[in-house]
């Protein structure tokens, strides 16, 4: 997918030609899972498959102010007055596109209204945030179309607000932030209290390789918000112990391993891999920083592991692609990423090997599961842009 479809699509659906044109990328977490909405770090990379979105003025005159969205992936229509938009909840694509104009209105800007035309190639259902990039890639083509000056800070925070209020997830900002700040060939550590970040340089003789699972476990949305009630029983806990904190954030791994006695079991082990995560992340930042890969892979190792064992939030195909990456040739590190209950893991492999890497994972996969997984081979790419 690129510019040229874009225009394409928009042209064939509207009849005239595009004013704007934007794309916004998936991503995937490197490491730092379930961290972002105990305040902690995360360290997601951009990846090369994005949502594109043509805009234009609308064509008719209507006294409205009017979205007239079509889905080319799905060639479908919704027609969204800015006025009063419809209720959030439609479990729909569109509540995406409303969540993200609304939230944008809410931040004092005025939309003009339009035509827009959105598809992608981010794969959806994935866990790689096909719905951040919509929303990233709307949401820009709405400001640029509207004439308004672009803040991808604001962008991402007013995207998290749309999850929240028109899609009923209560994501951390993790992946409207990575979509909308992303820089290719790099990671991104983010601080997900104060948002301040750092990029750091992916060495060009590695490739983030995504593989899917297929699958994706109905009790995912549940189960995240449950993972967010202990964090918070954990937090109320340990307030007594360490004073004054907000989050899981302000406990380090020695404190926790002192005042944690009192937990119950699960929420002992759910804070657990919060607090160690947060360091593995430290950790993984240096290592990359002083290019010392050998510290990388067993760094995602204990965060699978962590995640596996402590956070409970991943399943048999994810441990399986994970345990096949561990004897597949050029794995440098491979682990879960995203929510989990399903969805993908994250490799980064040395790039002349990624074609064996990818043969093992597939027939290996294949053999324990009966089905065959996808396998994208990407580097980490930009964020969201006006193209
Ligand atoms: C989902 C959420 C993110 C983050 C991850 C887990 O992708 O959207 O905010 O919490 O799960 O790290």
Request: glycine share 10%; proline share 4%.
């Amino acid at each position: 997918m690129n510019r040229s479809d874009a225009v394409l699509g928009f042209q064939q659906t509207f009849g005239r030609a595009p004013t704007v044109v934007t794309r916004a990328p998936g991503r995937v977490n490197l490491i730092g899972e379930h961290t972002d909405y105990n305040d902690g770090f995360v360290m997601p990379a951009a990846i090369g498959f994005a949502t594109w979105t043509a805009m234009g003025p609308l064509a008719d005159v209507d006294s409205r102010r009017l979205l007239r969205v079509f889905a080319g992936n799905k060639s479908e229509q919704v027609e969204i007055d800015l006025d009063h938009p419809g209720p959030p909840l439609q479990r729909h694509w569109s509540d995406y596109v409303r969540g993200i104009a609304v939230e944008l209105e809410r931040d004092g800007h005025r939309l003009a209204p339009g035509n827009a035309w959105f598809a992608g190639d981010v794969p959806d259902g994935a866990g790689v945030s096909s719905s951040a990039a919509l929303e990233m890639s709307v949401g820009l083509a709405l400001l640029t179309h509207s004439g308004i000056a672009v803040d991808p800070v604001k962008l991402a925070l007013a995207g998290q607000r749309a999850e929240h209020h028109f899609a009923g997830t209560k994501c951390g900002i993790m992946d409207e932030f990575i979509s909308s700040n992303g820089r290719a060939g790099h990671a991104l550590l983010l601080d997900c209290r104060s948002l301040e970040f750092r990029l750091l340089p992916i060495p060009d003789s590695l490739r983030l390789v995504i593989c899917d699972t297929g699958v994706k476990h109905e009790l995912a949305g549940g189960e995240y918000n449950a993972r967010r009630a202990q964090c918070e029983e954990g937090v109320e806990f340990l307030r007594t112990y360490v004073p004054g904190i907000r989050a899981l954030r302000d406990v380090s791994p020695a404190q926790f391993a002192h005042s944690c006695g009192g937990l119950s079991d699960v929420v002992r082990r759910r804070c657990r891999h919060v607090v160690s995560e947060i360091a593995r992340v430290a950790d993984f930042a240096d290592a990359l920083e002083s290019r010392d890969l050998a510290r990388l892979g067993p760094l995602m190792h204990a965060s699978h592991v962590s995640l596996r064992d402590d956070y409970e939030v991943s399943c048999e195909e994810l441990d399986t692609l994970v345990e096949l990456a561990g004897n597949a040739p050029g794995t440098v590190g491979a682990r879960m990423t995203g929510g989990g209950f399903g969805g993908c893991t994250v490799n980064l492999v040395e790039a002349s090997k990624t074609a064996a890497f990818q043969a093992v994972i597939e027939a290996g996969y294949a053999q324990a599961t009966g089905h065959r997984p996808r396998v994208f081979v990407t580097e980490a790419a930009a964020g969201a842009s006006v193209a």
